[in-house]
């Protein structure tokens, strides 16, 4: 399993949008095969970025995620912010996953 996080910094008054862009995001990665979950983060700091986490079975199921239609079709589709809301480059980590914990079921 991997984890992709991408780091995004949003200048603060274009928060909100950057945000309502996700919720009204495609949606297309759901239903890849590989995909676990697709979270985002909202800085607590000013000056700290938005991180996109998503959660793969693996890295050769996100790469496909990257090279398919579905990627452009769902990216195009999701509109994108003035290149003045943007505060610095995003980062883009790929972690592989070593040991993850969840609530034991009662």
Known sequence: MITVANRIYVKPEYHDAFEQRFRER?????????FVSNMVLRPVKDGEPFVVLTVWDSR????????????????ARSGTLPREAYSGPNVLEIHEVVT??????T
């Open 26 to 34: 495609a949606g297309m990665v759901d239903t890849m095969p590989g």
């Open 60 to 75: 050769e199921a996100f790469d496909a995620w990257t090279q398919s239609d579905a990627f452009r079709q769902g990216h």
């Open 100 to 105: 993850s914990t969840a609530p034991r079921a």
